[in-house]
């Protein structure tokens, strides 16, 4: 059983989702994500949780770079994955532009 302490402007889903993802704690109970209790492994759910918003969540105050080692970072990923990630975009991004320009002149 899981219990809720929620009010009328509180949405039930998006408790519980949030209980689920361990963005808070549950009052009383427990409940199980493909086999792991909520509140003893919420670092082995989180290993397989996914992120899907609703609109593009870009923040106004990061950089693209820093956008990128946001997300990098939330899905797990090593720095130095990250960096070699990075460095491919840059790669290929000076050579799209490259070729655009070759292209059209």
Known sequence: MLVINSNKTTNLSTCFRSI?????P????SA???GHDIRQDMEVIRQGLGMCPQ???LFDKLTVE???WFYARLKGMKTSDINTEMDMYVFWSCVVKFLFIFLIF
């Open 26 to 29: 549950p009052t009383k109970g």
């Open 66 to 68: 820093e956008h990128l």
């Open 55 to 57: 609109h593009n969540v």
């Open 20 to 24: 689920l993802t361990g963005l808070f």
């Open 32 to 34: 199980s994500v493909y």
